[in-house]
């Protein structure tokens, strides 16, 4: 019914940047809040950021004042800009999006596969 598509993934050396993407699809109604989790090897899956439809944004701290978020609206996309990127910053990146679909009452969760992000020091 839904599917939720990253892109944008990659290798790149401490302090480089990159941009992922993330694109929403399906009997979508609307999309109450879309965000970004991370997963280390051996560790816990976290939040990294995450944007209500008001555009409204929540960040974990270690990635303040480097990542920000955004989101289309119309084209049912997240955004995550990811600037002076460092080692700590790999992971597998995850979307989310809580989402009502069409003729349904209460939102869902959903979630992308992930895109591989591989910083080098």
């Known amino acids: 019914q839904v599917q939720l598509v990253e892109s944008g993934g990659g290798l790149v050396q401490a302090g480089g940047s990159l941009r992922l993407s993330c694109a929403a699809s399906?009997?979508?109604?609307?999309?109450?809040?879309m965000g970004w989790y991370r997963q280390a090897p051996g560790k816990q899956r976290e939040l990294v950021a995450n944007?209500?439809?008001?555009?409204?944004?929540n960040y974990i701290d270690s990635v303040k004042g480097r990542f920000t978020i955004s989101r289309d609206n119309a084209k049912n996309t997240v955004y995550l800009q990811m600037n002076n990127l460092k080692p700590e910053d790999t992971a597998v990146y995850y979307c989310?999006?809580?989402?009502?679909?069409?003729?349904?009452?209460?939102?869902?969760?959903?979630w992308g596969r992930g895109t591989q992000v591989t910083v080098s020091s």
């Open positions: 989310k999006a809580r989402i009502y679909l069409s003729g349904t009452d209460y939102p869902a969760n959903y």
């Open positions: 399906g009997s979508i109604f609307s999309i109450v809040v």
């Open positions: 944007i209500t439809s008001g555009s409204s944004t």
